[in-house]
């Protein structure tokens, strides 16, 4: 909600004013704090509605079936899965829009109570003059600041893509992004063709966001990595990690097909 914060309060009428903003910024931290709850509801049921269809999707593999019909099903339920997880992270990106929301609410709401307590207690201070008012500095939401870095990213503009993923992850560490900022910062060292550095942020998403979705796909790059540093042994290890840790996933298809071509 745009707020501008007077510089000053130097009548009990712009009091009056300023209290009743602190009452409507009160009124919209409550609002945004219920569109929070319903957004968590609605996460906890895709949540587990993506678990469950999981979970028969591997019961199915695991018992070997090849029916034509149960192939078609397994084909469905896969198309379920990404459809979750795709609603899933467009949920958990409002969540996070709106927990950032609140945030700055209540810190306007703080300063605003801060400055009506020191009117009491002081009683009313000089104007500041035009020359001494600062620009308010304008903050990306969390899902804005991610789709800039991505969009960095799908122009080539890799540099600006791993600057801007890397101030998504420092500015919001605990976004629902940030397994996959961290993973794209990957993708844009590996398309640099800076094998070692993309090794290190890939590994970076195992070690921090060991269930992250983007896991296999981290696992798959680093082999890749190794190959194109020509470093086979190490290649076949993650190549292998894939297959043994994500047998299901569309990953380690093409990790086996990479393993076929090593040494021939």
């Not at 409507?24 to 609605?42: F, N």
């Not at 939401?141 to 080539?156: F, L, V, W």
């Not at 890749?224 to 076949?236: D, G, V």
Request: glycine share 6%.
């Amino acid at each position: 909600m745009p707020f501008a914060l007077a510089a000053c309060i130097t009548s009990p009428a712009q009091m009056m004013k300023t209290q009743t903003d602190i009452n409507d910024l009160r009124a919209d931290v409550k609002t945004a704090k219920a569109g929070v709850e319903d957004l968590k509801k609605r996460l906890d049921a895709l949540e587990g509605n993506v678990k469950g269809t999981t979970v028969l999707q591997k019961s199915v593999a695991d018992h070997g079936v090849r029916f034509d019909q149960l192939a078609m099903d397994i084909q469905l339920l896969q198309g379920k899965v990404e459809e979750n997880n795709f609603r899933l992270s467009e949920l958990a990106q409002k969540l996070d829009d709106k927990t950032y929301k609140i945030s700055e609410l209540a810190a306007k709401v703080e300063e605003l109570e801060t400055k009506v307590k020191s009117l009491a207690e002081d009683g009313p201070v000089p104007a500041a003059s035009g020359k001494d008012k600062k620009p308010e500095s304008k903050s990306l939401d969390p899902s804005e600041a991610y789709r800039q870095a991505k969009a960095d990213y799908d122009k080539g503009n890799f540099d600006l893509a791993i600057s801007g993923f890397q101030n998504y992850i420092k500015q919001f560490p605990d976004g629902s992004q940030a397994d996959r900022a961290q993973y794209w910062i990957g993708e844009s060292y590996y398309s640099k063709k800076d094998f070692t550095k993309a090794i290190e942020a890939f590994s970076k998403v195992l070690r921090t966001y060991p269930k992250s979705d983007k896991a296999p796909a981290a696992l798959l790059k680093i082999g890749f990595s190794y190959l194109n540093e020509k470093n086979n042994a190490k290649a076949k290890e993650y190549l292998q990690r894939v297959v043994k840790e994500h047998p299901n996933s569309k990953e380690a298809a093409l990790a086996k097909d990479r393993l076929g071509k090593i040494g021939k």
